[in-house]
């Protein structure tokens, strides 16, 4: 199964993943953050959510597009431990709320995660949160060694945002092969991902 979304500046930050891995690296888990309830509470406006977990015969999919990109089978086997997308749109412009996002920011900072954001967004609107270029792209990386083991995109715009969670064992040039299918973003060529302010 293929989900294309709206083509975000996910598999950009590949670029930015060579000055990550000189960033120190602790023994974190790669569990993703439960951050559910701050998702639930990040807007202003009332949720239609959908969500869903790839099965078995999904990630096989996932898979094949590591290997038609030239992994070798035993490690594409290996490389996708599961797949979950979260889909939350709203009937009205929704503003979000700067004080949950910095609690989701917070949460993943507290487990090591690396912190990316899409430089070319502009500057945030001070009341709806969202970037002038109407969607704005969190990119959060977890590292073992130079090997991603977990990545997560949040993306919001007025009407709808997306949560991809990813757990994985990938090297960063492998996440140009998974770009556009399985809900994570294609790859925007004049995107530019950058370490969030701060290094949060």
Not at 97 to 122: C, E, F, Q, R
């Amino acid at each position: 199964m293929r989900l294309f979304l709206r083509a975000l500046p996910v598999a950009a930050a590949i670029a930015v993943a060579g000055v990550i891995l000189i960033l120190p690296q602790g023994l974190f888990s790669q569990a993703h953050p439960d951050i559910s309830h701050s998702l639930d509470n990040l807007t202003d406006q009332p949720a239609t959510h959908f969500g869903f977990v790839f099965d078995r015969s999904m990630l096989r999919a996932a898979r094949s597009v590591l290997e038609s990109g030239g992994m070798s089978p035993d490690r594409a086997a290996a490389a996708l431990t599961s797949i979950s997308l979260d889909n939350y749109r709203y009937q009205l412009p929704a503003a979000y709320s700067p004080g949950t996002m910095n609690s989701i920011v917070a949460a993943y900072h507290s487990g090591g995660w690396k912190h990316l954001v899409d430089a070319h967004g502009g500057a945030l609107d001070p009341y709806t949160g969202v970037a002038e270029k109407g969607a704005t792209t969190d990119l959060w990386l977890h590292f073992t060694g130079s090997d991603i083991d977990g990545l997560t995109v949040l993306t919001r715009a007025a009407r709808n945002m997306t949560l991809v969670q990813v757990a994985c064992d990938l090297r960063p040039l492998d996440l140009i092969h998974l770009s556009g299918h399985f809900g994570i973003p294609k790859v925007d060529p004049n995107a530019v991902m950058v370490p969030a302010p701060d290094n949060r």
